[in-house]
């Protein structure tokens, strides 16, 4: 994800992969699939100019899960997003991803970042 490489997050996709964004504004929720999860993705790839920059800090991980600690930044009409985020990721069989889920360290700004 860091990378942008979409090619090979897609091989990473089941179809029935669930991508959780926690909290309350309008892009939090479950996609569920590759086509809902692709939609999310040219959403805020759109809104942002291309996407949120991912810095990867940390990840820790063995055959059932990973979990990844992240700075997210972004700009989007005015607002700039500077947030840490745990990015939890359940794996399937051969290494792909059942669920992965995001919970930022302050849910408010990331929601506040997507409004108006």
């Known amino acids: 994800m860091a990378a942008g490489d979409g090619r090979t997050l897609a091989e990473l996709l089941t179809v029935d992969t669930t991508w959780v964004i926690r909290g309350r504004g309008r892009l939090s929720g479950s996609y569920r699939g590759p086509d809902e999860i692709f939609a999310l993705w040219k959403a805020i ?15 820790l991980a063995n055959d059932d899960r990973g ?20 990015a939890v990721f359940e794996f ?25």
């Open 92 to 116: 399937a069989n051969a290494g792909k991803v059942r669920t992965a889920t995001f919970i930022y360290e302050d849910p408010d700004a990331y929601d506040a970042f997507w409004e108006d």
């Open 45 to 59: 790839a759109a809104q942002t100019g291309g996407g949120l920059r991912l810095e990867v800090g940390d990840v």
């Open 67 to 86: 979990v990844v600690l992240v700075t997210a930044r972004g700009e989007r009409n005015g607002h700039v997003l500077e947030e840490r985020q745990v």
